[in-house]
């Protein structure tokens, strides 16, 4: 075909290849073999195309290409050899293609490509006559399913007002930010849409001598170079509002966004979170509307009439907005704030503007909010006990901050949560509005003073140092090589299973899913899907041909039978031509439900003894005994959240049937394709041995496709069994983050016993996870997180206890980390109050009890091979620890509304499944003749590097260059049996089976290549093949002497600890809760690495992801459903840019001992032991609310849960601001939070559960359920003596659970550092119940 095999000259005329060894149209024995005489030939292998639109008139030679009629042409007849069928006529689309590539300019590859010109004039319509012009547009679809029945181009206002005038009911749509959003996920359908970029009025910008008018559909990236232009024209004073507005898009979404959203799109969803419109309403912009019957002006105050409901009237249409200039004595302002700094909507946004005369009276003041109404609203109470008093006064600051924080309170199960958050963030703008703007307006005052605390710095480009030691004893292991598919990922080159082409009649399919948390199956009712034209079929648990129960516990149906047990779970497929198709007949599916009792929390759980079977213990020494001898015993609790992988690719597979003996290849994107093999096999009823799953690489894992990414290739194979064709899946993030699993929130409780010192004696502590609705891999997550509840601490005396709870949530998974961060969170969280209450720096805590070589964990595991203190020693003088807590501590003494903390945490992790018969490896490694060699081993590419390092240890081990391996994919058919890529043993186990498997090989060709030195390998292979030398090899590995009996506390439990230390530096803005990282310094001990490089890249990547588990990621439901409310990006958030550590420093431990190590190489594993100390900006975080605390004189404990969101922070604070935004209990009882985390207990179904009376007496209590050291009814612990307890929970949500006393009528502290008064400090002890020291006089 021309198309396919077409040459372009260099006078631009194409040419055909033609095949070299048959000739004519490639088919043997075609009838015309010559070419044709008046054909130039180029080259001998090509012909000129004179005119390829055209079919010749008449043949004598060569092939006909099909164009005769008679019977006799080679394509008019069948062949047996051959997939041509008859061909009557000419290809006229391939003649078409051929005529267009005739015209293309051959590419001359040293010149850059450009944009073509000619669509630079059509857009801009300066196109010549010749050319095709701009048109109005007007397309129909007979469609029924479609989401547009017309649409429309209008080229002028005039066309689009007589458009809405036909079509008043039309969706106007110029970025499709917007509208394309709610079409993909609100699944929202507009009949008419109209495309208004192509209108020259709506883009207009000018200026007069009182403002700037803007055309409504000018893109936010225009309007950000005009607010530039006009400020660096007309001055900084004049200008205010522009700078304001400027202000505001400096987060605003990506360039992508700004490149097409415009800014009537911003105005007229009137989305009550809107970065703009406070901004405009403060400033006093006017809005120009247009109709088929005029125009009219509508002052921006009178808008926004409710929830996207505006003055605007049918058919009318936004033409500019005018935003007035400042004058003299005015000062306006913008504050935002969001869950994370940059590309967020807002929780809350504000524009402030105040104008005052000579002697600072006020004269006028606009106070606009988002995020607080229904709408953008104006605090008109506020404005007016502004107005009149003067600017600067005190008195006139209390009074617009309770007006305001009156005037704007919110109520507790208010849409969108965090009540008193945003109640407490109106106060907070309005305080840092006064303060700045007394200072612009040269007002003294001591708020004014404060202004450079509260002005929003534009932060530079982070930093970075990476440091590790040359290798100079190796050819290639431990080199700092670029991960070998790094290019193909950055350039879009590498594939994946959703970029795999469609085979012919390929479905997709369409999930439903369920709408309830927990209920009976009553029927599903597919007829209406199975209506629509392109749906072939519904596919329900009836379905299933062979086993419809899997995991390791085979308690979770592949499709349920009668019982749904979270919301989101797939109950049934629909299989259709396209993806589009199949979801939206997924949506016509019914199901008729009879509701059953939810449980969604951990707490909740545990109040109804909602638990697995399973138990763990780890207990060593006397812990009564440890207590009674200790100077402080403390009880308490703690908590970390949940953590969506949200890895880049989501779930997907691709089922392709054989056709024969039940055999199937399954492309998954899949952590574990020996369990999607087996499972996969099970479903269908056939022998493992038919079934072939392929994995070429994945975007991203992190464990959570280590065992539900099985569940999704399941799905597919069944399609493709039950219709004999290919089957895609691919989830929308939506459907992955409902339908997969999450990383195990925990709560626990401990009641520990110190010395004075804070040297730890004993531990008793109680561990719950939330398993989800199925076990999953929820035991081996409980027993690594009870194994690592001592992180690197001694501990003589432990009682260590943990159970899963069900829930009727999600099936929560493996998790990088998989319950070794959560269990040291959770002790850490411990140290921290012990350290408060001692009055000592945790950091000296911390220290004092560090392991020590040769001291044994509470799992009986001698530390032989230990390096935290070594690595603790030389980070802390090497990163200046003491030297920059003094400078930190200095920095709180001077400012008052931002904080730093720091804070230095060790971790330790163990490399080992803690399933024996995991720890195993295999690899198969093929030499070629030609000298390349093809590596298969067991493990799985998801971006961390493996493939590399694997290739690396082939050609260490062959004494090759890197050049000649090859990894292609992983399978079952060539690494059979295989365990899945996680628990960071991967490269031991793989690794070991590659070298063995190579060291084979190098053995069998050793003795060619002694014989022929100085030849190539290419040679020696080829002369080792002729001699029948076997050049295959399989190699397998197991881990040594590794396994652990629970029961016992014998054994080895891990093979060996990867460990660090990392130093946070962080700054809080008090006001608000944002913080900013301003520095890290990490050390890891990672052996001998297999390559330094890669290694460096998954710690930085490692800590980035547990700094977003403790601060930015949190996980929510709708408590009254129990659908999740994060489904995505829009509500769940992950580290950004801005994110990163400003300065981040990074270094390898070098010249520790190794010799212990039995690992390849004498490496360890790295993908999962750095995540935890990205909990060191949590830490550093709670140092910098403590300091806050202190200076307001609050002395209650502090109790802080994970994620330290914005709202955590800043609510932590207790500044009288946060406590003027405390809803009293009384409003708060018997109402529902609109979310909740798993962690929470609804309000409608908690109840208060007081201590026992050891609170206020010392002694035991007889009273108390269980015996000294058993599960009380909440699964605590009765101690035998009395404890101080940190647990005073009365309401769902973190920040609302601590109960608050009045505020105080004053706002002194908020703006002014002076002693606190009694009559303040207990107040501010009401907090939290005060502790109780215990025994030996501690304080």
Known sequence: MAWKQGTVAADGSAHITEPKTTGGCGIDGCCRLQKSPDAEVANGSSAIVHDPTKAPTSITNGCCKGLESDSGCCKSQKRHDSGVAECKAVNQAEADKAAVISKFQRYDPTQDLIFPPFLIRYAKRTTSDSEPQLRPLDITSADPQSWCKRYLRPLKLSGLLAALEQYPDAKLVAGNSEVGVEIKLKRSKFGTQIYVNDIP???????????????????????????????????????????????????????????????????????????????????????????????????????????????????????????????????IRAFKQAKRKDDDIAIVTCGLRVRVDEDQRVVDAAFAYGGVAPTTVLAHAAAKAAVGGTWGDRSVLDRILGACQQELQLDYAVPGGMAEYRTALTTSFLFKFWAVSCSALRIACAESLLAHELDDEERMVSKARQEYAPVEDRAIVGKGVAHLAALKQVTGEARYVDDMPALAGELHVGLVLSTRAHARILSIDAEPALALSGVVRVLTARDVPGENHWNIFKDEEILPIDTVHYYGQPLALVLATTLKLAQDAARLVSVSYEDLPAVLSIRDAVAKSSFYDETRQLINGDVDAALAAADLVLEGESYCGAQEHFYLETMGAVAVPKGEDGEMDVFASTQNPTEAQMVV?????????????????????????????????????????????????????????????????????????????GRILGLRARVYSNGGFSHDLSIGVLERAVSHLDNCYRMPATDFVGRVCRTNTQSNTAFRSFGGCQGMFLSESMLCEVADRLNLSVEAVREINLYQPGDVTPFSQPLNDWNVPLMWDQLKAKAQYDERRLAVDEFNKHSTHRKRGLAMLPTKFGISFGVKHLNQGMALVHVYMDGSVLVAHGGTEMGQGLHTKMAMVAA?????????????????????????????????????????????????????????????????AKTAYLDRCNLTAAGHYCTPDIGFNWAKNEGLLYFYFTQGVAIAEVELDTLTGAHSTLRVDIIMDVGRSLNKAIDIGQIEGAFAQGQGWTTTEEFLYFPSTGRLFTTGPGNYKIPSAMDIPRDFRVELLEGADTSVLKTIFSSKGVGEPPLFLGASVFFALRDAVLAKRRQEG?????????????????????????????IPQPLKDGKTPFTIQTGDIPNIFKKSTPLSDTRKKLGADKSEPGKSGEPGALGATTTAKGAVSNKPYSTAKRSHKQPVAAPSKTLESCFKRKPVTNKQQQSSSLLLPQPKRLRKGTS
Not at 727 to 739: K, T
Not at 977 to 998: E, I, K, Q, R
Request: net charge neutral; proline share 4%; with cysteine.
């Open 1194 to 1222: 609050v002395s209650a404990p502090l109790y802080m849960e994970s994620p330290a969101t914005p709202e955590i922070l800043r609510m932590a604070c207790e500044d009288q601001l946060a406590q003027m935004a405390r």
């Open 201 to 331: 009025e709506l883009r207009q910008i000018s200026d007069t001598p009182s403002g700037i008018t803007f055309g409504a559909n000018i893109t936010l990236a225009r309007f950000e170079q005009a607010l530039d232009q006009y400020g660096a024209e007309y001055g900084a004073q004049r200008t205010q509002s522009l700078a304001a507005l400027r202000e505001n898009l400096r987060y605003f979404a990506g360039n992508q966004i700004r490149n097409v959203a415009t800014i009537a799109g911003n105005i007229v969803t009137a989305s009550p979170i809107s970065d703009l419109n406070p901004v405009f309403l403060a400033a006093g912009a006017t809005l120009t509307l247009a109709s088929a019957s005029g125009e009219r002006c509508v002052p921006m105050s009178e808008f926004f009439l409710g929830y996207r409901r505006t003055a605007m009237l049918k058919g009318e249409v936004l033409v500019s907005v005018t935003v007035p200039f400042n004058v003299e004595g005015e000062v």
């Open 681 to 757: 096999a099970e479903v269908l009823g056939v022998p493992a041995s038919r079934v072939v799953c392929r994995v070429k690489r994945m975007g991203g894992g992190f464990g959570g496709k280590e065992s539900r990414s099985v569940l999704i290739a399941a799905f597919a194979a069944l399609g493709a069994h039950h219709t004999g064709r290919s089957v895609r899946i691919a989830l929308d993030r939506d459907e992955d983050m409902q339908v997969s699993g999450q990383r195990h929130p925990f709560y626990g409780t401990w009641t520990v016993g110190v010395t004075k010192e």
């Open 956 to 1020: 260490e081990t062959l004494e090759l260059p890197l050049e000649s391996i090859f990894i292609s994919e992983t399978a079952t058919n060539t690494a059979a049996n295989t365990s899945p890529t996680a628990a960071s043993a991967s490269s031991d186990l793989n690794g070991f089976a590659v070298y063995n498997a190579c060291k084979e090989l190098a053995d069998r060709l050793r003795p060619y290549r002694e014989r022929m030195v100085g030849e190539s390998f290419a040679k020696i």
